[in-house]
């Protein structure tokens, strides 16, 4: 079984940044490709990160290209996602995600945390 918890959300102004953190727990979750979505009040999830269980590789959505930043250090079995620029639009929950399969750009995932919250003030 794994088990990811979440950490870093909170209340942030238009342009500014924050980093959230993804602790996963679990003898095999070293091996996970692992990523983050978020889902705003009224939308669907949605995909923003994902990075390969070595953090060797990493994709992104369009969204996030070029403001976010996936990273994850394997000796802590934590990935972090660092936002910048921050807009209206990226207020959601957040949830970091963790799956055995290695393709990168699969969206599915067989573990979730329960989200961090990010708000975005104007």
């Known amino acids: 079984q794994v088990q990811l918890l979440e950490s870093g959300g909170g209340l942030v102004q238009a342009g500014g940044s924050l980093r959230l953190s993804c602790v996963g727990s679990?003898?095999?979750?070293?091996?996970?490709?692992m990523g983050w979505f978020r889902q705003a009040t009224g939308k669907e999830r949605e995909f923003v990160a994902a990075v390969s269980w070595s953090g060797l590789s990493t994709e992104y959505a369009d969204s996030a290209k070029g403001r976010f930043s996936i990273s994850r250090d394997t000796t802590k079995n934590t990935i972090y996602l660092q936002m910048n620029n921050l807009t209206l639009e990226d207020a959601a929950v957040y949830y970091c995600a963790a799956d055995h399969r290695p393709i990168l750009e699969l969206l599915r995932y067989d573990y979730w945390g329960r989200g961090t919250r990010v708000t975005v003030s104007s």
């Open positions: 679990g003898r095999t979750v070293g091996n996970y490709r």
